[in-house]
Nanobody, 122 residues
Framework: QVQLVESGGGLVQPGGSLRLSCAAS????????MGWYRQAPGKQHELVAR???????DYADSVKGRFTISRDNAKNTVYLQMNSLKSEDTAVYYC????????????????WGQGTQVTVSS
């Protein structure tokens, strides 16, 4: 069984910073792309940032220059450093990873974390 566990959400004032972490654990053979998505009330689920195993990165236009995604392959962990936070960044943030498990090493499966709330408010 594979799990993604997120941490680091919370309440922050506009202009502040937060760092999210997501650790994958379990019967992992390999991890390909890892990323962060978010969903705000009344809005669609959207990609925030993602990073391949080799370090190729994509960002949503709305977070470019403010958010930084990184990963530690040895720890099976992905991070999202969020700076200059705005009220419109308020959402539940979900970790995502494309993983091959030991049981099925030839199949990539999408896994999701449980979500962590980020609230930007004064």
């Amino acid at each position: 069984q594979v799990q993604l566990v997120e941490s680091g959400g919370g309440l922050v004032q506009p202009g502040g910073s937060l760092r999210l972490s997501c650790a994958a654990s379990g019967s992992i053979f390999s991890i390909n792309t890892m990323g962060w998505y978010r969903q705000a009330p009344g809005k669609q689920h959207e990609l925030v940032a993602r990073i391949t195993r080799g370090g190729i990165i994509d960002y949503a236009d709305s977070v470019k220059g403010r958010f930084t995604i990184s990963r530690d392959n040895a720890k099976n962990t992905v991070y999202l450093q969020m700076n200059s936070l705005k009220s419109e960044d308020t959402a539940v943030y979900y970790c995502n990873a494309l993983i091959r498990s030991i049981a099925t090493p030839r199949s990539n499966v999408d896994y999701w974390g449980q979500g962590t709330q980020v609230t930007v408010s004064s």
